[in-house]
């Protein structure tokens, strides 16, 4: 194992917080989505997996903007930040199971449609990360 000497400084890479790419991305999953269920008679599953993806993106937009404001506040708390996630996710959660369960089985969409967009925005996140932290060895 080898550890980094202690006059040395660590650098990370920048994650990339533009929503573009991602968004492109997911529009082009919902597509797919939307043709196979076509195919296989459920367009309203794409109905909701594209609202379980415009949640994702909607959630990644208040984080950021949530973010911002503890990061320029006087005195940051990570408390405040911590229960407005919670919050946000947690009823963003309830509108996913209560269309899950009241519009059976294309209300599941919303589930499939938060799952992959959460998916596509981590992969953004973190694949450019590692490729930066690659390039430092």
């Known amino acids: 194992m080898t550890t980094s000497?202690?006059?040395s400084t660590s650098y990370?890479?920048?994650a990339p917080t533009g929503l573009l790419r991602p968004g492109i991305i997911a529009a082009v999953a919902t597509i797919v989505v939307l043709v196979v269920a076509i195919l296989v008679g459920h367009i309203w599953f794409a109905a909701f997996f594209l609202a379980g993806v415009v949640l994702v993106f909607i959630n990644t937009k208040l984080v950021i903007r949530a973010v911002d404001n503890v990061a320029t506040a006087e005195n940051p708390r990570k408390k405040l930040l911590a229960l407005?996630?919670?919050y946000r996710l947690g009823a963003?959660?309830?509108l996913a199971l209560v269309a899950a369960f009241l519009v059976r089985p294309d209300g599941l969409g919303a589930m499939f449609g938060?799952?992959?967009g959460q998916v596509i925005l981590v992969l953004n996140t973190v694949i450019p990360v590692m490729k930066g932290l690659r390039k430092q060895l």
Do not use: K, M, R
């Open 84 to 86: 407005n996630s919670a």
């Open 5 to 7: 000497a202690p006059d």
């Open 114 to 116: 938060l799952a992959v």
């Open 92 to 94: 963003i959660t309830v």
């Open 12 to 14: 990370y890479p920048a």
